[in-house]
């Protein structure tokens, strides 16, 4: 899987950044089939402080399928980075969840007997 962490003008994108992301995508999003991931951290305001600036998107690409993107806003870095990244494990799950748990699976309209 390759890790791409893009950051702006106004968010340092230091080694310790880079690495941290990378090892909570392998954290939370490891179990799926990616391709590529892709992390864009940003400063909303430019500088500026104010509520909720920080923002991460995070576009998880799964083998054969489409791209997922999610974005978080939070007060931090940290905070933006692991909102987005709870978001992303859920989004995936249900994306490939459609795909795999149709046909055959368990339904909620078959009567138990007894």
Partial sequence: MQVQVNTDNDTPGREDLV????Q????HLGRFQLTRVEVHIGDVNAGK???NDKRCMIEA???G???????HQAESVKLALTG??????AALDTAMGKRTD??????????EPG
């Avoid at 909570?24 to 954290?27: F, L, S, V």
């Avoid at 987005?84 to 494990?89: D, R």
């Avoid at 149709?102 to 009567?111: L, Q």
Wanted: cysteine-free.
């Fill in 19 to 22: 690495e941290r992301v990378q």
């Fill in 61 to 63: 690409r799964p083998t």
């Fill in 84 to 89: 987005a990244m709870s978001k992303a494990k």
């Fill in 65 to 71: 399928h489409a791209p997922v993107a999610v974005t």
């Fill in 102 to 111: 149709h046909k055959g699976g368990a339904t909620i309209r078959t009567v």
């Fill in 24 to 27: 909570m995508i392998g954290e």
């Fill in 49 to 51: 402080s104010g509520p």
